[in-house]
C-alpha cells in the first residue's frame, strides 16, 4: 500500500518568513495529493490540493510543488501569520470512484509573532 | 461547518462498555470513512464505505463493528476496547474526484 513520509515534525518560524514542510510517497499510482490543515481541538481542513498533472499550483500565500518523477510534494507558505499556527498534514491517493487518501504523519508549525 | 456532523463529541467508558459513534453527512456524498487519530501517529484510516457497501477494512481489530445503513449515515460500535484505543474518531465524506472533508471527531476515552 501507499507510504506517506513527511517532515520536519515540527516547525518554528518567525512571522513574516516563509515555512516548508516536505513529503515523499511510495506509490507511483497516487495522482491527487491534498494538504489539510487542523488548529488545535479543530477538525482537519483541506487547504490546497494538486493533481499529478500539474507541477505547481498557487493559492494567495500558500503554493504546492510536486515532483512525480522523485515521487516527492512541498508545501510553501510565503508570509506567515500567527494564525498559520497548527498541525499541517501532507496525504497521497488515487483519485477514483472514491478516494483513499494516506496521510503523513503531520507537522506541527509554530510562527512566532 | 455542518456538511458532516458527529455524535457525541466526548465519550469515556469503560472496557466492558458498550456504545456507538454516530456519524452523518448533508452533502450528498457517497463514500464515508472513519478515521482514527492518535498522538504521535499519521491518521489511520479504519473503514471505508462507498454506497453503503464497505471497500476497506484496514486490519481494524473486530471490537470496531461499523455500520452504513445509507449514504447519509455512518456508525462505529464499540465493545471491549482497550484504553489503547483512547483517540480522537474523525468520520469524512467524498464524492467522486472531489475533496475528503471531515467531521469534528469524537473524542474517546478508555478506561
Known amino acids: 500500500g501507499e507510504n506517506v513520509e513527511q517532515h520536519p515534525s515540527t516547525l518554528s518560524v518567525q512571522e513574516g518568513d516563509s515555512a516548508v514542510i516536505k513529503c515523499t510517497y511510495s506509490d507511483s499510482a497516487s495522482n491527487y495529493f491534498p494538504w489539510y490543515k487542523q488548529e488545535l481541538g479543530k477538525r482537519p481542513q483541506l487547504i490546497i490540493d494538486?493533481?499529478?498533472?500539474?507541477g505547481e499550483k498557487k493559492d494567495q500565500r500558500i503554493a504546492v510543488t510536486l515532483n512525480k518523477t522523485a515521487k516527492h510534494f512541498s508545501l510553501h507558505i510565503t508570509e506567515t501569520q500567527p494564525e498559520d499556527s497548527a498541525v499541517y498534514f501532507c496525504a497521497a491517493a488515487h483519485s477514483g470512484g472514491y478516494q483513499k487518501v494516506t496521510f503523513g504523519i503531520g507537522t506541527k508549525l509554530q510562527v512566532i509573532p | 461547518e455542518t456538511g458532516v456532523t458527529q455524535t457525541p463529541r466526548h465519550l469515556v467508558m469503560g472496557m466492558t462498555n458498550k456504545k456507538s459513534l454516530k456519524c452523518e453527512q448533508h452533502?450528498?456524498?457517497?463514500?464515508m470513512y472513519w478515521y482514527k487519530q492518535s498522538a504521535k501517529k499519521p491518521l489511520e484510516l479504519m473503514f471505508v464505505?462507498?454506497?453503503?457497501?464497505?471497500?476497506e477494512n484496514n486490519s481494524v481489530p473486530s471490537r470496531f463493528s461499523p455500520e452504513c445503513p445509507n449514504s447519509s449515515h455512518l456508525f462505529l460500535h464499540l465493545h471491549t476496547l482497550q484504553p489503547e484505543d483512547s483517540a480522537l474518531y474523525l468520520c469524512?465524506?467524498?464524492?467522486?474526484?472531489?475533496?475528503?472533508?471531515f467531521g469534528p471527531g469524537t473524542r474517546l476515552t478508555v478506561l
Open positions: 469524512a465524506s467524498s464524492q467522486e474526484r472531489r475533496n475528503l472533508g
Open positions: 464505505y462507498n454506497f453503503k457497501e464497505q471497500t
Open positions: 494538486i493533481r499529478s498533472n500539474v
Open positions: 452533502l450528498g456524498h457517497n463514500a
